[in-house]
């Protein structure tokens, strides 16, 4: 399911209270989506790290108490030593949430089978592990990565799955990151790297040595990598160590053409002069180009901004409209913007 679907999904099950649990490659924002999913549902989250829990923590923390027993006289009564369970931490949470509260068990695959099983009567029965009710405001979602990603997930005790709803596996969608991306001040640079050379987002190896692979998590952290304005001659060895050497020199080439690209300012005072990209590299560059003007464009620039853009081919005339039609508000309702797509209404289909 890709992003965008499964937040969909989760806000209706958390108004519902219905538990989910979700499968993935690490590093594809899995928690990011959970957020989100509790933003639209106007829900709390608590997060439970799973893999670090004791197979307690559902059951409370336990504590001497005394009874009164007996009848009659004061002498016929006496005291009795108990054994009482105080809710803690994240449980007295779940007891005494009074608003939607989604308990987020994460990692959970990578959790020992015992703190599974102390999981099983929350999920399925919504009390905690003294059979005590749980507020009716909570609802449960997981996070599991999967047995092939050699995560340290041996996986989960068959009645816990079947405790979940539902099991739904999240699959790694590009244009939803770049929606996030641009709205999450991820460089540009990067984000038209990643228009350009789609299939490097998720580029996830599983290996033992001390490297990194490209998701969708590292290339984020790339970017704020990028931010630090390191020198020249350190770049290369620091974005290895972030996505490895593959993306990394790739990813090297492009920055080096991007920072040769003219001023989005230039493009935007002189665009009848400024030179449209030719040779090798015009495709890269282009994109380049259509994502750092896209970054500048407003109601009050866009005419003259596409008198630039339509010089270029058709392909990055589209990628540039999505691009604003996307993360533009109002542009829809621009002369410039209606009059391409009036004219070129066939290549939208």
């Not at 799955?161 to 790694?172: A, D, H, P, W, Y």
Request: glycine share 6%; with cysteine; proline share 7%.
């Amino acid at each position: 399911m890709k992003p965008t679907q499964l937040q969909s999904v989760l806000a209706k099950s958390i108004a519902a209270k219905i538990p989910i649990l979700i499968t993935g490659a690490p590093g594809i924002g899995k928690t990011e989506i959970i957020q989100a999913a509790c933003d639209e549902a106007g829900a709390d989250l608590l997060p439970v790290f799973a893999s670090m829990s004791d197979p307690t923590e559902p059951k409370g923390l336990p504590s001497k108490a005394q009874i009164t027993m007996g009848q009659g006289t004061k002498r016929g009564k006496h005291l009795v030593n108990i054994a009482e369970f105080l809710p803690y931490g994240a449980l007295r949470r779940m007891k005494e949430a009074t608003r939607p509260l989604v308990v987020f068990l994460d990692d959970f695959g990578q959790s020992t089978q015992a703190v599974q099983a102390s999981w099983m009567q929350p999920l399925g029965a919504h009390v905690d592990g003294n059979g005590e009710k749980l507020s009716e405001h909570v609802t449960f979602i997981a996070a599991t990565n999967r047995r092939e990603d050699r995560a340290g997930v041996s996986g989960l005790l068959e009645p816990v799955k079947s405790r979940f709803t539902s099991i739904i596996n999240l699959e790694v969608d590009v244009e939803a990151w770049i929606a996030w991306a641009l709205k999450n001040d991820v460089p540009i640079e990067l984000i038209a790297f990643i228009k350009y050379r789609p299939a490097l987002l998720h580029a996830f190896e599983v290996s033992n040595d001390m490297v990194n692979t490209p998701s969708p998590r590292t290339v984020y952290r790339l970017g704020t990598l990028l931010k630090l304005g390191l020198p020249p001659e350190v770049e290369l060895d620091t974005y290895t160590g972030a996505v490895g050497s593959a993306f990394a020199a790739e990813f090297m080439g492009f920055l080096s053409i991007f920072r040769e690209l003219p001023n989005p300012d230039s493009i935007i005072t002189n665009p009848d002069k400024v030179k449209v990209p030719t040779g090798k590299h015009a495709p890269s560059v282009s994109y380049a180009i259509c994502g750092a003007v896209a970054r500048k464009t407003s109601d009050t620039n866009i005419d003259r901004i596409m008198r630039y853009i339509v010089r270029l081919p058709k392909e990055f005339q589209v990628l540039y409209i999505k691009d604003i039609d996307e993360n533009v508000p109002g542009i829809q309702n621009t002369r410039a913007f209606i009059e391409w797509h009036s004219e070129n209404s066939d290549l939208m289909i």
